[in-house]
């Protein structure tokens, strides 16, 4: 029997050149991947204090100029198992480009998500290792 749950949250694509930003996934399902810095809206966010919140507890950077990737939400599914038990997720998202950002990037633990950020050669990235959203 197969469990399902779903999940949304808000994040950002960071480009630098032929690099793009991404976090080691601390927890959850899809830990030791790589992902898009970002998570969930905490009470009374809008969706543009999330994205900076999220993206300044994981990345150490603070965004200050950023625009949608598209209005619409995008929807991935990813099968896991966990405890000889499977799940499927299914995980909503709202996507930014963030344009400009300031910081020293945080390459260790934020204690919750991230085991830490990295900029990734994206013509060397392994799809294996990337979360769906990636």
Not at 40 to 65: A, C, F, H, Q, Y
Not at 99 to 104: D, Q, V
Request: hydrophobic share 30%; with cysteine; aromatic share 10%.
């Amino acid at each position: 029997m197969r469990k399902n749950h779903s999940h949304f949250g808000i994040y950002s694509y960071i480009k630098k050149e032929d690099l793009i930003l991404l976090i080691k996934k601390a927890r959850g399902p899809y830990e030791g991947m790589y992902d898009l810095p970002g998570g969930s809206p905490e009470e009374g966010e809008t969706n543009e204090e999330t994205l900076i919140r999220e993206v300044k507890e994981e990345t150490g950077l603070t965004i200050s100029s950023y625009k949608k990737l598209t209005d619409q939400v995008i929807t991935t599914f990813y099968k896991y198992s966990l405890n000889e038990e499977n799940y499927l997720l299914k995980h909503s998202a709202l996507l930014y480009d963030a344009e400009c950002y300031t910081g020293s990037l945080k390459a260790d633990s934020d204690g919750e998500d991230s085991n830490g950020a990295e900029w990734i050669k994206i013509s060397e990235l392994d799809q294996n290792q990337c979360t769906p959203l990636v």
